[in-house]
């Protein structure tokens, strides 16, 4: 084998090396890029159910009298904080709606809340999956390491306090 031959084995070799490395670096930040997206939208999906508990908490409120006014307000500061303060305002709904008899309720209002809080549980499970998944990837050192994860904030858990189903 001769010197230039050698050499244009070797430059093949690094090149097929480096063209290797570019395409796993952006298969990995384009399926990061999916996963921020898949974070946003299950963002959007749990806020929704968010706010749709906090219409059902108002409509019972509404039938309350003056203890009504308490829980309506919860539900209003729960729907109305910003997204880093949201678990809090959402916690403090949940314990102001762990009082509340369901045997007081409409049967409708039951099933409303009941279905509510089902929604937001089945909603927060698939963000923090969501969430879990885009943190393993962003995790890796390869990805760190090249900032893979670009300029999209890291995704955080959203972690509330269930309440019991109404029987």
Avoid: C
């Avoid at 990805?143 to 994860?149: A, K, Q, S």
Wanted: proline share 5%; glycine share 4%; charged share 25%.
């Amino acid at each position: 084998m001769t010197v230039s031959a050698l050499t244009v084995l070797v430059t093949a070799i690094v090149v097929l090396v480096v063209v290797a490395a570019l395409g796993w670096a952006y298969k990995t930040a384009n399926r990061l890029d999916r996963l921020h997206v898949r974070v946003d939208l299950a963002w959007q999906s749990l806020d929704a159910a968010l706010a749709r508990r906090a219409v059902v908490t108002r409509t019972i409120a509404s039938g309350l009298g003056p203890e009504g006014k308490t829980l309506a307000a919860a539900a209003d500061r729960a729907e109305r904080a910003e997204r880093i303060d949201r678990e809090v305002a959402e916690n403090a709904l949940s314990a102001a709606l762990a009082p509340i008899d369901p045997q007081t309720l409409r049967p409708q209002l039951v099933a409303e809340l009941a279905d509510a809080d089902t929604r937001v549980s089945i909603a927060r499970r698939f963000y923090n999956d969501a969430v879990r998944d885009t943190l393993a990837l962003r995790t890796r050192r390869p990805v760190r390491l090249l900032r893979l994860g670009g300029t999209a904030p890291r995704p955080a858990y959203f972690e509330i306090v269930e309440r019991a189903p109404a029987a």
